[in-house]
């Protein structure tokens, strides 16, 4: 059986249909030639509607995304809302109007904090200066050296409630934190330039124990140890084992 016999609807020239059909066309401002039709056929949409649909359908789209956005908006506004309801619950309006009469005073609150702790730490640092000076000047040191040894110091010791503290211990009293005397004479050997030269007689008095600072010793078959000593030796600032 011999295929049914198809029509375009649009051909470039009426040669491209049979003789009996090709009064059923006419030519259009495209120079082609339409199938002249009483009406659409079913199914069928002329361009100008699909394209009509088209931008129907874009303005359409472009509502209901304004829309959720605008959704979206109203919801998170009412949820924020609804925070600062809850955070308000139990508040009493007069008291809360009163204190905002009275002006934000956070920052200076914050501004008082600050100058606060700036003068405590101020007061750390004098009182800390202040007893490591008065055992060193004691034990010989010299006032130029001072702000030396304080420094050695911090190294050392630190403020805690209002007290010179530290982890170390003592060398001579196992389990007992090392004291400020105690550094000190270390000092004699390790930095004995910060010191005056002995009067005769040993080392400056000890403040703790009423006596006088152990002398560093000098080990007399240590060459190295003898020579670097030898001026303390002399001065009587060490001794020789």
Same mark, same amino acid.
Not at 179 to 193: M, R
């Given at each position: 059986m011999a295929d049914p016999l198809k029509i375009k609807p649009v051909v470039d020239a009426?040669?491209?249909?049979?003789?009996?059909?090709?009064?059923?066309?006419?030519?259009?401002?495209?120079?082609?030639?339409?199938?002249?039709?009483?009406?659409?056929?079913a199914g069928f949409v002329p361009a100008a509607k699909l394209s009509e649909f088209r931008e129907s359908n874009r303005a359409l789209n472009a509502k209901v995304t304004q829309h959720d956005a605008d959704l979206a908006a109203l919801t998170?506004?009412?949820? =924020?809302? #609804?925070?600062?309801?809850? +955070?308000?619950?139990?508040?009493?309006? %007069?008291?809360?109007k009163t204190a905002l009469a009275r002006g934000d005073v956070s920052g200076k609150v914050t501004q008082l904090?600050?100058?606060? =702790?700036? #003068?405590?730490?101020?007061? +750390?640092?004098?009182?800390?200066?202040? %007893?490591?000076g008065w055992e060193f000047l004691k034990a010989g040191g010299r006032s130029e050296a001072l702000d030396f040894i304080v420094a050695q110091a =911090?190294?050392?010791?630190?403020?805690?409630?209002?007290?010179?503290?530290?982890d170390k211990f003592s060398a001579t009293d196992p389990g007992v934190s090392l004291g400020v005397p105690e550094w000190i004479a270390t000092q004699l050997a390790e930095a004995?330039?910060?010191?005056?030269?002995?009067t005769g007689g040993g080392a400056p008095p000890n403040a703790r124990s009423g006596g006088r600072l152990p002398l560093p010793v000098v080990d007399r078959h240590d060459p190295l140890a003898f020579g670097k000593a030898l001026e303390n030796i002399a001065s009587g600032r060490a001794v020789v084992k």
């Amino acid at each position: 059986m011999a295929d049914p016999l198809k029509i375009k609807p649009v051909v470039d020239a009426l040669n491209d249909i049979p003789e009996p059909l090709r009064m059923f066309f006419a030519e259009g401002e495209d120079h082609k030639f339409h199938l002249q039709l009483d009406g659409d056929p079913a199914g069928f949409v002329p361009a100008a509607k699909l394209s009509e649909f088209r931008e129907s359908n874009r303005a359409l789209n472009a509502k209901v995304t304004q829309h959720d956005a605008d959704l979206a908006a109203l919801t998170s506004a009412k949820n =924020a809302l #609804e925070e600062k309801l809850v +955070a308000f619950d139990g508040i009493d309006p %007069v008291a809360a109007k009163t204190a905002l009469a009275r002006g934000d005073v956070s920052g200076k609150v914050t501004q008082l904090e600050t100058q606060l =702790a700036s #003068e405590k730490a101020a007061h +750390a640092a004098s009182t800390f200066k202040h %007893v490591i000076g008065w055992e060193f000047l004691k034990a010989g040191g010299r006032s130029e050296a001072l702000d030396f040894i304080v420094a050695q110091a =911090a190294r050392t010791f630190t403020m805690k409630d209002g007290k010179v503290v530290t982890d170390k211990f003592s060398a001579t009293d196992p389990g007992v934190s090392l004291g400020v005397p105690e550094w000190i004479a270390t000092q004699l050997a390790e930095a004995s330039f910060a010191f005056m030269p002995s009067t005769g007689g040993g080392a400056p008095p000890n403040a703790r124990s009423g006596g006088r600072l152990p002398l560093p010793v000098v080990d007399r078959h240590d060459p190295l140890a003898f020579g670097k000593a030898l001026e303390n030796i002399a001065s009587g600032r060490a001794v020789v084992k």
